[in-house]
């Protein structure tokens, strides 16, 4: 909507008033989006105008044979602005813009420099995928892991949401990238991973940040080194037999792990056999697969691992070093 006022009816150069629509308008941050593809996101423009509401103003203002003055040129949307209406419609129209600042060759020359001659949009590699997955082959030696997160990516994140000495948790440690980056941060860590590769992955990785890895984000926080971390495992119940049931290769092997869920052995407790496990089902000439899959229904797998709660029962106490037992006190209570 256009609106003069009755002053204005004759004025040789009239201004105008008017209300955009939102979606002709654009944002800053659609604006700083649009520059991130041309450029990169090493502009340090905070604030860009969006190429919409600059080509939705000239449109109602030239003739296709205008000059526009832009004396604040800033990062060039005004001068992309008239080069994408010229090309949509065959217009002749020119600009002149005027900056004085450093970044006038750098930032606004090169993107119109760029929008002449068909920019490729520029990739964000910071948070880019692939460089994960090529930072974590060069510290390992080798491709170790299928889709690790860049670093770049966990900066931004723990940037937004933590400050230095935030503790920073993850229950799916996967490669580390997570723990590495808190590090680096100056932040505190607990990572929880089941799968194996935690002791070839994970764990040497962390190792290495120690050791002051120059990859992912080290040069930009200036990562010299140093820290440590507590590696530990949770101690098995169920789980110990789970995993022989899981290897057994023949039905003599069930037979075996069987007799020690019910009767234990020197250093593991017997089994907690489910509830609704039905023993006289147990029948060996079924076979070895139907034997297995029934092992593995009798096991609880709400026991699969022992809980700090059962630390002071008796039977647990004897299964596990002083050493364990003190470490686990000092780090669920803060004793000494």
């Not at 929880?192 to 926080?221: A, C, F, H, N």
């Not at 297995?292 to 647990?316: F, H």
Request: hydrophobic residues 35%; negative net charge; aromatic residues 10%.
């Amino acid at each position: 909507m256009l609106k003069y006022y009755k002053h204005e009816e004759n004025n040789e150069l009239s201004p105008f008033y008017c209300h955009i629509p939102k979606e002709a308008s654009g944002t800053a941050e659609s604006g700083k989006k649009l520059l991130n593809a041309i450029l990169g996101n090493q502009h340090n423009f905070d604030t860009v105008k969006p190429l919409e509401i600059v080509k939705y103003i000239l449109n109602r203002c030239l003739s296709k044979e205008s000059i526009v003055l832009d004396s604040f040129a800033g990062s060039g949307t005004t001068a992309h602005a008239v080069l994408d209406m010229n090309k949509a419609d065959g217009g002749n129209r020119k600009f002149i813009c005027i900056e004085m600042m450093d970044y006038a060759d750098t930032i606004t020359a090169e993107r119109v420099k760029r929008v002449i001659n068909g920019y490729k949009a520029e990739e964000d590699k910071e948070v880019n995928s692939e460089r994960g997955t090529l930072h974590l082959k060069e510290l390992m030696g080798a491709k170790v892991f299928a889709f690790p997160k860049p670093e770049g990516t966990l900066k931004r994140i723990i940037e937004i949401a933590t400050n230095e000495g935030d503790l920073v948790l993850d229950f799916f440690m996967g490669s580390a990238t997570t723990q590495a980056v808190a590090m680096k941060m100056n932040r505190r860590f607990i990572g929880i991973e089941q799968m194996d590769y935690i002791s070839t992955v994970s764990v040497p990785r962390l190792q290495k940040v120690i050791e002051g890895e120059q990859g992912g984000i080290s040069k930009d926080v200036n990562w010299q080194g140093g820290g440590s971390f507590v590696y530990t495992e949770l101690m098995p119940k169920n789980m110990g037999y789970l995993q022989d049931i899981i290897h057994a290769k023949t039905l003599d092997d069930l037979k075996v792990v069987y007799n020690r869920m019910l009767e234990g052995t020197d250093t593991m407790e017997p089994a907690d056999i489910s509830f609704r496990a039905d023993l006289s089902k147990i029948d060996w000439l079924q076979g070895f697969d139907e034997n297995k899959r029934l092992l593995v229904k009798l096991l609880d797998k709400n026991g699969l691992y022992y809980n700090y709660s059962e630390i002071d029962d008796k039977n647990v106490r004897d299964l596990i070093s002083d050493e364990d037992y003190t470490f686990n006190k000092n780090f669920y209570e803060g004793g000494d």
